[in-house]
C-alpha cells in the first residue's frame, strides 16, 4: 500500500510559476512509478505527467509539454512537479499517484497508477 499527500498548490497570475510536491510513504519509494494527473471543474480527470521509478523516463501531456517538469528525489520520498508559463486552462486539482509497479503503462487510461491523493488546487488567473 502506497500513501501519496500532495501540497504547493495556490493561485498564481497567468504566466507564472508553481512547483507541487507530493510525499509518499509506505513502500520502498523507489520500487514504484509515479505520475501526476488533473481535474478541471466539470471536466474528467485528465493525465498530465508520469515518471518511471529512477526517474530515467518520463512522459507528458501534449498540453504541457515544455512548460512542466516532473522529476523525483528518491532519497526523500517525492516526486515533484514544476509548472512554469502557467495558463488560467492549467486550472485544476492536481492529484499525486503511486504506481502499481516500477514503470508507468501508456496503455493504461490510469497509466499504471494505484494510489491517488486528495488533490491541491491551482488557480490561475488572467
Known amino acids: 500500500q502506497v500513501q501519496v499527500v500532495e501540497s504547493g498548490g495556490g493561485l498564481v497570475q497567468a504566466g507564472g510559476s508553481l512547483r507541487l510536491s507530493c510525499a509518499a510513504s509506505?513502500?520502498?519509494?523507489?520500487?514504484?512509478?509515479m505520475g501526476w494527473f488533473r481535474q478541471a471543474s466539470g471536466k474528467e480527470r485528465e493525465f498530465v505527467a508520469v515518471i518511471n521509478w529512477s526517474g530515467g523516463s518520463t512522459l507528458y501531456a501534449d498540453s504541457v509539454k515544455g512548460r512542466f517538469t516532473i522529476s523525483r528525489d528518491n532519497a526523500k520520498n517525492t516526486v515533484y512537479l514544476q509548472m512554469n508559463s502557467l495558463k488560467p486552462e492549467d486550472t485544476a486539482v492536481y492529484y499525486c499517484?503511486?504506481?502499481?509497479?516500477?514503470?508507468?503503462?501508456?496503455?493504461?487510461?490510469?497509466?499504471?497508477?494505484?494510489?491517488w491523493g486528495k488533490g491541491t488546487l491551482v488557480t490561475v488567473s488572467s
Open positions: 499517484a503511486g504506481g502499481r509497479s516500477r514503470i508507468y503503462v501508456t496503455s493504461s487510461p490510469d497509466y499504471g497508477m494505484g494510489y
Open positions: 509506505g513502500r520502498t519509494f523507489s520500487s514504484y512509478a
